[in-house]
């Protein structure tokens, strides 16, 4: 099966009614554990890697092993640079060959983020990739770092945000957070219907980890096509790893190697059923 276009997925995704799970890779371990899941439960699925993490995981290492893994792989697969804020490192991402960017100007002024926006769609228009835009704020930040104030998206702007930039997809704040959620999450459905109404283009929910199973229903069945997973398969891993060594499990390397796998593993398959996306691969 090759690499994928994220556009593709996500209009079967739109047919099909169900969600396709966007998960956050950090290095070899977790990109076997979400391709693995996958296979298994014959998902589609988008790997991704938020331009913050980067320092981490750097993006001219990281990136050639989700497009190899992607290639591999027996069911569809796209690689997605997410919350991109640099013209410069979305311009790498499309370099290396990743078929979906995202542009994360939601902090930016209404009119600054079009104009942003829609320069990425024309960069990214040299090798067909997918773009993915945000308008309004998911709270807190892809890694923690900073405290975002959430805002809900007004469906007025993302109408005209989705027809001025001709974004692919678009991620929409109703409550969302990303990371572990203080209170329980109380997602706006009722926005989310009224976006859904206004809105042609895919609608993505960013900061998956928390989110109950009945809601992320609720939220596929209404619009949302791309969900993004990255705490949870982080904390998964970990979770995992710390087991093995409490149980005297892990006796070297591989058997550390082999648990990340698993927790990442676990996480992601949990979530494609959830979304619907299970045998969705043929
Ligand atoms: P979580 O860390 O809350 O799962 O959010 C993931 C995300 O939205 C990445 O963009």
């Known amino acids: 099966m090759p690499l994928c276009n994220m556009k593709d997925l996500l209009k079967k995704a739109e047919e099909g009614n169900y969600a396709v799970g ?32 980067l320092n981490h995981s750097p993006l001219h290492v990281i990136g050639p092993a989700m497009l190899a893994a992607a290639r591999g792989a027996s069911v569809p697969v796209a690689v997605h640079l997410d919350h991109g804020t640099s013209l410069e490192c979305i311009g790498q991402a499309l370099r290396l060959g990743f078929t979906s960017v995202m542009f994360d100007g939601s902090h930016l002024p209404f009119e600054k983020n079009v104009e ?29 770092s900073v405290d975002i104030a959430m805002r809900c998206t007004s469906p007025e702007q993302a109408k005209l945000f989705s027809e001025r930039t001709g974004v692919d997809c678009l991620a929409i704040a109703i409550g969302n957070a990303h990371g572990f959620y203080k209170d329980e999450p109380e997602l706006r459905f009722d926005i989310l219907s009224e976006v859904d109404r206004l809105v042609e283009v895919p609608l993505v929910l960013h900061g998956g980890t928390g989110i109950s199973e009945d809601d992320f229903i609720r939220c596929h069945q209404n619009g ?33 190697h082999t648990r990340e796998i698993e927790g990442a593993y676990e996480n992601a398959k949990k979530h494609m059923e959830i979304f619907y996306s299970v045998g969705k691969a043929e």
């Open 224 to 256: 949302i096509k791309k969900i993004n997973i990255a705490t949870a398969t982080f904390a998964s891993s970990e979770r995992k790893v710390r087991e093995g060594y409490e149980k005297g499990e892990i006796k070297g390397y591989y058997d550390l």
């Open 22 to 53: 966007s998960f956050s890779v950090a290095n070899m371990e977790m990109i076997l554990g979400v391709i693995k899941a996958a296979e298994k439960t014959r998902s589609p699925i988008i790997l991704q890697i938020a331009e913050v993490r």
């Open 116 to 144: 942003m926006s829609k320069a990425v769609v024309e960069m990214a228009k040299s090798t067909g990739a997918a773009v993915e835009a945000e308008i309004g704020c998911v709270g807190g930040s892809e890694d923690g």
